[in-house]
């Protein structure tokens, strides 16, 4: 059981928004947000049992045998409570880019949870789920002037900005604005190097401060992001010391910082090897406590660590193609290519976009059920594809399976984080339903 601290408690000014402004939201959070699925209680695997003996393969159904999730709320749940019991002291807002499932921001939200947005219809989201403007960061450095706007008008007051043009644009349309600096940090260790695209060199520091000073406006703190896939632990206290610096500069300038964002990059729970949550908590946790007082809000901006492990995607292998090789060439060349009813144009685009390694698993075979069970058959090499006529589509060039035939199943198993967010329709393909179970009791109160 995982010990649970209290919240620090922060002083939240309370926003007034126009009363025609309420009442849109209301009407759009009633028109957007129509009863939520029911969540059941059953195991991953009893669901995906379940799903799987309800497909009649003689239907006419055209759509009875798609690919589908199932998402366990209760692995967000957990992670909850081990954010909460490894870093009590960091607020933890949900990058809703990473999975912006309605249940899972429902549930998040309920939990106390801000929210780490990037754009206008993620801040809507947000504000139709009933959730207080000042539970959400706007955290995109640069920003669309009517985005900018809309943030103003209903009462976004918490964005980032990492250039001198960006605080011109804020000045003018958002002048209330409590702004964030967001710096540049190494994240030479990291799959996805978010560096490239954003964040201020040290040496642009001492003129930001500068121009918001002259422009008036309000600088609240400092943010950072070590990068998405962040392998490296020691990346999180290197940043934090670099933030601290930053803050001591601003106080030549008159502010008194008093908020810092540690961004994201932090593992999933399926990460048990090399950089693990427990590794990034043991230096981010005593970093932020040594180099920043109690009076000083930190929170973060988690998005894999929570959805990561909590969705396993089934996929029906729909064709197989033979291709004859010679025995010797057998060991080392895939001798089978299976196409399944998913791919790269949809919830496989985290293979091109999220550089991950999606290694298929036995789910039905010759109608013998084999979620996490060893088949004890011969296996050899195999190359996995998607339903799409583009070649770009594969899934997995090289896997060890045994020999599949049309209408076995695979699964995949760690598929909650950048797959169906940026999933398309490409040629027709409908994106991957989702259904959903938890396998801790206490989430149902949230529902």
Request: with cysteine.
């Amino acid at each position: 059981m995982i010990a649970v601290q209290e919240d620090q408690q922060f002083e939240v000014v309370p926003t007034l928004v126009p009363l025609h402004v309420l009442k849109a939201r209301v009407k759009a959070q009633m028109a957007r947000n129509p009863a939520l699925p029911e969540v059941d209680t059953r195991s991953v695997c009893e669901m995906l049992q379940a799903r799987l003996a309800s497909i009649d393969p003689e239907t006419e159904d055209a759509e009875a045998d798609n690919a589908f999730y199932v998402a366990d709320l209760g692995e967000v749940y957990r992670q909850h409570l081990r954010w909460k019991a490894l870093l009590p002291r960091i607020q933890p807002f949900f990058a809703m880019k990473c999975n912006p499932d309605p249940m899972v921001m429902h549930l998040l939200a309920s939990l106390g949870a801000g929210f780490d947005c990037a754009s206008k219809n993620e801040i809507q989201a947000v504000l139709d789920m009933g959730v207080d403007p000042s539970r959400i960061i706007y955290a995109n450095p640069c920003k669309q002037n009517s985005f900018v706007k809309y943030a103003r008008t209903n009462g976004v007051k918490m964005m980032t900005f990492d250039n001198a043009e960006e605080l011109h644009k804020i000045a003018r349309l958002h002048p209330d604005a409590h702004l964030v600096l967001r710096i540049l940090t190494d994240d030479s260790k990291s799959l996805c190097k978010l560096g490239l695209k954003f964040g201020a060199p040290l040496d642009t520091v001492d003129h930001l401060l500068e121009t918001s000073r002259s422009l008036g406006l309000n600088l609240i703190g400092v943010s950072f992001h070590v990068g998405s896939g962040c392998f490296d632990a020691h990346a999180f206290g290197e940043a934090v010391i670099r933030a601290r610096r930053v803050f001591d500069q601003a106080k030549e300038y008159g502010y008194d910082f008093d908020f810092l964002d540690v961004g994201g990059g932090f593992p999933s729970a399926h990460i048990t090897e090399g950089i693990t949550f427990e590794k990034v908590a043991g230096i981010l946790g005593p970093t932020v406590d040594a180099l920043f007082g109690p009076e000083i809000r930190v929170v973060a901006e988690p998005g894999r660590y929570y959805v990561g492990s909590a969705f396993t995607l089934a996929t029906q292998v729909i064709a197989r193609r033979t291709v004859h090789r010679d025995a010797v060439d057998q060991n080392e060349f895939p001798s089978h290519m299976y196409y399944i009813n998913d791919g790269m144009y949809g919830s496989f685009n985290c293979i091109m976009f999220d550089h991950q390694v999606c290694e298929p698993k036995v789910l039905l075979r010759d109608g013998q059920f084999g979620y996490k069970q060893d088949f004890m058959l011969p296996e050899g090499l195999a190359s996995v594809w998607g339903p799409t006529c583009d070649s770009i589509d594969c899934i997995s060039p090289k896997s060890r399976l045994p020999l599949l035939e049309t209408r076995d199943w695979l699964y995949f198993e760690n598929m909650g984080a950048y797959t169906i967010t940026a999933a398309s329709q490409f040629n027709g393909f409908r994106k991957s339903e989702i259904q959903y179970t938890t396998t801790e009791k206490e989430v149902l109160i949230h529902f």
